[in-house]
C-alpha cells in the first residue's frame, strides 16, 4: 500500500513540473506573437491526502473440541470439563472464536449439548459438530 502511495506521490510531482512548463512555453508562445497575455492564476499543485495505514483484522480464532467416549480434548490437549470451561471463557473473551466440536460415533449426544452449551455460556457464538477423519 505505501509502495502506492509513493507512486502516486511521484506523479504528482511530475504531473506539477509539466503543468509548470506549459504555463511558461504557453506564456512564452504569447509573447513571440504579440498577442496580449492573459492572467493566469499561478499553477495548483495538488498534494494526495494523507492515508492512514490500517492493520488487517487477525484472522478469527477457531477452538477445536475432540470428543470420543471418555475424553475431551482442546487441540489435542486432554482437559477436564471445567477446564474447558475456564478455556472457552478465555478464548470468548481474547476473540470471538469459531468452536468446532468433533465427536466420534460413540460419544453420547447429551455430551455434545454439554459441550456446546459450556461455549454458548461462555459467550460463543460461532459453533460446529461434526465428525472428525481420524477417529
Same mark, same amino acid.
Given at each position: 500500500?505505501?509502495?502506492?502511495?509513493?507512486?502516486?506521490?511521484?506523479?504528482?510531482?511530475?504531473?506539477?513540473?509539466?503543468?509548470?512548463?506549459?504555463?511558461?512555453?504557453?506564456?512564452?508562445?504569447?509573447?513571440?506573437?504579440?498577442?496580449?497575455?492573459?492572467?493566469?492564476?499561478?499553477?495548483?499543485?495538488?498534494?494526495?491526502?494523507?492515508?492512514?495505514?490500517?492493520?488487517?483484522? #487477525?484472522?478469527?480464532?477457531? /477452538?477445536? &473440541? %475432540?470428543?470420543? =467416549?471418555? +475424553?475431551?480434548? *482442546?487441540?489435542?490437549?486432554? @482437559? $477436564?470439563?471445567?477446564?474447558?470451561?475456564?478455556?472457552?471463557?478465555?478464548?470468548?473473551?481474547?476473540?470471538?472464536?469459531?468452536?468446532?466440536?468433533?465427536?466420534?460415533?460413540?460419544? #453420547?449426544?447429551?455430551?455434545? /449439548?454439554? &459441550? %456446546?452449551?459450556? =461455549?454458548? +455460556?461462555?459467550? *460463543?457464538?460461532?459453533?460446529? @459438530? $461434526?465428525?472428525?477423519?481420524?477417529?
Amino acid at each position: 500500500m505505501q509502495a502506492s502511495i509513493s507512486r502516486i506521490e511521484e506523479n504528482l510531482v511530475v504531473l506539477n513540473k509539466q503543468l509548470a512548463q506549459m504555463e511558461a512555453r504557453s506564456a512564452e508562445l504569447q509573447r513571440e506573437k504579440g498577442t496580449p497575455q492573459v492572467a493566469t492564476a499561478p499553477a495548483t499543485h495538488v498534494q494526495a491526502p494523507p492515508v492512514k495505514v490500517v492493520p488487517p483484522p #487477525d484472522k478469527p480464532s477457531r /477452538v477445536a &473440541i %475432540t470428543l470420543t =467416549a471418555g +475424553t475431551i480434548a *482442546i487441540d489435542d490437549e486432554v @482437559v $477436564t470439563l471445567d477446564e474447558l470451561r475456564t478455556r472457552l471463557d478465555k478464548a470468548a473473551a481474547e476473540t470471538k472464536p469459531t468452536v468446532v466440536i468433533q465427536a466420534s460415533k460413540d460419544v #453420547d449426544p447429551a455430551r455434545i /449439548v454439554e &459441550i %456446546t452449551d459450556a =461455549a454458548k +455460556t461462555a459467550g *460463543i457464538t460461532q459453533l460446529g @459438530v $461434526t465428525k472428525p477423519a481420524a477417529i
